[in-house]
């Protein structure tokens, strides 16, 4: 594939110029990427990846209002168009499409959604009920749109929301999009923090309070490597410790179905598979993170 550019991304606010774009590149692969901006060096590392597999590269910048259910939290979330243009624009992006809320829902708030059944009320979708029918109802639509309709093409998760990759393959799976969807690992900080868009909201004291969030991974994911029992409550007893730091769930489940692996996590040794959830809030910012074991 090409090398990055060094040209600033033509910056597209319309379906029919996305598509317009797309179709004049006549790209024989395309890579897309959906985000909500704010971008920073994880969202850099997706855009690299596919830079590197592919002719043409996409991404979009919209902050979907369907799935937050805090409405307080879809008008503090950050944005900057200029400065996300200029992270794309290091990871040699080609087209950044940047619609207007109205650009997408055209038909107004939709009547007919998308339903993200059980995988989506667990976990995240217990703790923000709708925020997955609300992403599958965006991501469904951002799919269409950045469809080449010839050639490869592929789109881009960051692993590091574990449990929106797992629903956004079944929907491609269940629906027959034409799309190879890619998951790109988690960048952290060199002190273990998973990067996110939320990170910023976080004074200094609180994002070192943070830290024990990859503490704790590190220390069920050690027990794992070695076929140790998980005892996953020590792990939560270091939240404990924490006090600015609020756990909601820590657990370790299949890496496809979500279901909780209980029967092996405990008191006899780990063998298989698995992965590590967990979310906690820190200071009223809700942080999450994962990894496999």
Do not use: W
Request: net charge negative; hydrophobic share 45%; aromatic share 8%.
């Amino acid at each position: 594939m090409k090398s990055p550019a060094a040209k600033s991304p033509q910056v597209l606010t319309t379906r029919a110029e996305l598509r317009a774009a797309i179709r004049a590149a006549a790209p024989a692969s395309l890579g897309f990427v959906p985000t909500m901006g704010a971008l920073h060096s994880g969202h850099e590392q997706l855009f690299r990846q596919a830079r590197e597999e592919n002719e043409l590269v996409v991404i979009s910048i919209f902050v979907n209002e369907l799935q937050f259910n805090d409405q307080q939290d879809y008008q503090r979330y950050p944005r900057d168009l200029q400065a996300d243009v200029q992270v794309a624009a290091r990871a040699g992006v080609d087209l950044v499409f940047a619609p207007a809320p109205q650009e997408v829902y055209h038909a107004g708030t939709p009547l007919i959604r998308l339903d993200s059944g059980a995988l989506g009320r667990m976990y995240e979708g217990a703790s923000r009920p709708g925020h997955f029918d609300g992403m599958l109802a965006v991501v469904a639509k951002l799919l269409h749109y950045a469809d080449p309709g010839q050639g490869h093409y592929r789109a881009y998760f960051g692993q590091k929301d574990a449990q929106q990759l797992v629903l956004v393959r079944r929907m491609v799976a269940d629906l027959d999009y034409p799309v190879q969807i890619r998951a790109v690992p988690i960048v952290r900080t060199a002190q273990g923090l998973a990067l996110s868009s939320r990170n910023a909201l976080l004074s200094q004291r609180q994002a070192s309070a943070a830290l024990v969030i990859h503490r704790a991974i590190e220390l069920i994911a050690g027990r794992a490597a070695r076929h140790e029992p998980l005892y996953l409550e020590d792990a939560v007893g270091l939240f404990q410790m924490e006090p600015e730091v609020e756990l909601d769930y820590f657990v370790v489940v299949d890496p496809d179905t979500l279901q909780e692996l209980a029967f092996n996590c405990q008191d006899t040794p780990f063998t298989g598979q698995g992965l590590i959830l967990v979310a906690a809030t820190v200071g009223g910012v809700r942080l999450i993170d994962n990894q496999p074991i």
